[in-house]
């Protein structure tokens, strides 16, 4: 007993010894030495998931596999016919032994101690079987799979047991999802997933199909597939030469790119791939970022530049954008010429000042691939012959760029980015010809009296073979011709000194050092006859405006007369009348006087609604033929304020007899009705000295004619009234007939009518006056 305590703590002071890289020296595997160990190392912690298996390399190998603490020292023994001890590693918390040789038909046995140094603490555990019946197969040594168009394609591949493999299982699902799917394979090499969603990322697991050589297939730890990159990167190229940013040298170009992309998260990086158009190789042309922007320094080359996006399930679709020459530039770089000597050489030549010794030129048609050819030279000039694929053609037009490079030790591009600049462009022909074509599109436009304006399309590249030195325009009129040369970076030509109303021909030809091309069709045009000038205009039409101004004056005076007609009429006033004027009576200012209506109050016999006719003569004459004068018989008419200017007749007769004044008792009145509407109606009716009295037809109003025999002498003529409706004609009667001379003697008694509308207060006035 004392003997197997002394041994189990030798082994364990030789087990404290061993560090966790290996366990070296020999080993004591007795029976009883593994008992003890299982006895006395009863802790449950310290080893986990012990698994031994063989495995396919040149032979059958033994390898075992736990969990367990980095800080804990473990032994492993391994017991088939003899026991040894076998080194183990730690890697991500995993231990596993190093490899070993075994029989595969005979049972061994895998023993593992595990101390953590303490005096009784330790663990034991062990593994047994037979070899060829725990042979493991995988997990798999390489994965590359690719998503495109919605499947998954995975490429396997699985070491030195691949030949006792023939299929293999591939579990799978969406991520974050639990339910598993599973799809065996058609060999042991490839495997393709379909119907999958593009835009969602999944979870795979791939395990071996088990056969007889391959026992064990353990499943493969979870692998995570990205999403399918469906779309293309969206991309924007900002240039900006030395002009615009003054940081940028002279011959070079800052090319900013930008893209977008619309499912960034599924993006692991992007790749930028930028090349020459010419084909021109480079060291690098390929440029990774997780970035989403790139910035480049350039020469004024052509460039192709590509942007995808990539991450380990595949690359999206490549967006691309191309930069052109730059040759529009040539003023702003140094003299550079070109001279084309044969169909297959050319010589170059430039300043003496460049102190680079590297150089590449490019040239190319239009629509042709640059070809180039880079070349170290210490002198100012190059040729180079036969030498190169492309054969140069007379009449067509190349380009050439030379270029200047930094480095000493090759000319070639070792960085596509800042390796170059542009020196200087140039354009060269092999053979220059006449052009084929004439000028296109000719116009004319601006026709005046003198002058037109011809425009017109330059010639094609194609048919001017040559380089343009200008156009002749051809001038045809009447039996005259002319022709001017103009300058060939116009295309507008203003032909003047023309004469008017003519017609004329117009022909175009463009012209190189060859000579003069082919001429453009006759385009035909008629100068505009004479006619008003912009001053002539404005003067007539200053005229117009003011006859339309004065016809509009005018009419607008005779359309406010007319209105103040009808609106306000205007009263005649007799004491302003050309009749009252020419009465040469003493008394007639006094009558025109102011009416005084207390007088008219107290006058007997008449007011303001009667008017008192007093006269001597017994018979009326018809008022539409001049009255006869009878001698004694004076007669005083009187107008209202209201009547037109009455006509007096320029000779009056001399009363005869004096005026006698009716009286009371001799006073005969009679009563009838009166139509005063009638104003130039004959009077017809004799009055025989007596007295009659009209009633008007308002109420209240009278009017009285009175007669009689006796009269006596008064000092005022008799008084004869008139309304405004009185006509000139019955005014002149009046006056011819009654008077006559400053005073008035007799009066005979006559009819006058009267319209109540006038003014009957100053009639009564006049009639008080010739009463008393």
Known sequence: MRKCSAAFYITLGFVSLWTIEASTGPCYCGPDHFNLLKNKCNNTEGVYDLACYTKYKTDLEFFCEWKGDISTSYTLYIQQRKCSCVNVHQKNGIWSSDDFRVNSNQNVTAHVIASSGYLHWCTYKNFSGIP??????????????????????????????????????????????????????????????????????????????????????PRSEVIVVPPELTDAPSIQLEIQDHIHNRFISP???????????????????????????????????????????????????????????????????????????????????????????????????????????????????KGQMPSFRPFYKKQTHKKITGETDSIFQPYTRYYFVLHTRPYLDVCKIKNINNSET?????????????????????????????????????????????????????????????????????????????????????????????????????????????????????????????????????????????????????????????AVQKIEIAYELGILEPLNRQRLEESEGCDSSTVCVVGSKKEASPLCSPPTAQAGVPTTLLLGEDEDSPFIPEQIAPPVTPTQVPTNESESTETFPMDFNKTDSTLNTSVDEEITTFESKDPGETISITTGSDFIQASQPAVVFMSDYTTMEIFQQVTMAGIQGPSIQTVKPGLVLVHPGQDYVRQSYFLQEAIQ
């Open 132 to 217: 060829s019946k725990i042979t493991l197969c995988g997990p798999h040594s390489k994965l590359t799979y690719k998503r495109i168009s919605g499947h998954l394609t995975m490429q396997v591949e699985w070491g030195n047991e691949r030949r006792h493999i023939k299929k293999f299982f591939v579990e799978y699902k969406e991520f974050n999802t639990t339910s598993w799917k599973e799809q065996q394979s058609k060999n042991n090499k490839e495997c393709v997933l379909w119907n999958l969603t593009t835009s969602l990322p999944y979870e795979l697991r791939i395990r071996c199909d088990p056969t007889k050589e391959c026992v064990q297939c």
């Open 251 to 365: 011959g070079q170009r800052k090319a900013v790119l930008k893209w977008e992309y619309a499912n960034s998260e599924a993006v692991a990086y992007y790749n930028v791939t930028v090349r020459k158009v010419s084909g021109e190789p480079s060291n690098q042309d390929s440029f990774r970022t997780e970035d989403s922007s790139l910035t480049l320094i350039l020469s004024y080359s052509a460039y192709n530049i590509s942007v995808r996006a990539l991450n380990t399930a595949g690359s999206s679709a490549v967006s691309s954008i191309a930069t052109e020459q730059m040759d529009e530039w040539r003023d702003s770089f140094g003299p550079f010429s070109v001279n084309i000597t044969s169909n297959n050489s050319f010589s170059l030549s430039w300043n003496s000042s460049v102190s680079c010794v590297c150089y590449s030129v490019e040239w190319w048609a």
């Open 422 to 578: 542009t020196y200087g462009t140039a354009q060269a022909y092999l053979t220059e010809g006449s052009p084929i074509g004439a000028p296109g599109n000719v116009s004319i436009f601006n026709i005046t009296q003198h002058s037109s304006v011809i425009t017109w399309s330059p010639v094609s590249e194609e048919d001017l073979r040559g380089f343009l030195l200008g156009y002749y325009i051809y001038l045809t009129w009447d039996n005259s011709k002319t022709s001017f040369t103009v300058d060939p970076s116009i295309n507008s030509y203003e032909l003047q000194n023309l004469e008017s109303n003519s017609a004329y021909r117009v022909q175009l030809s463009a012209f190189t050092t060859a000579g003069e091309g082919e001429r453009s069709d006759f385009k035909h045009f008629v100068t505009n006859p004479l006619e008003f000038t912009a001053l002539n205009s404005i003067i007539a039409a200053v005229i117009v405006g003011i006859i339309i101004l004065l016809l509009a004056v005018h009419l607008s005076c005779r359309l406010l007369h007319r209105a103040k007609k009808l609106l306000w009429p205007s009263i005649p006033n007799p004491e302003n009348s050309n």
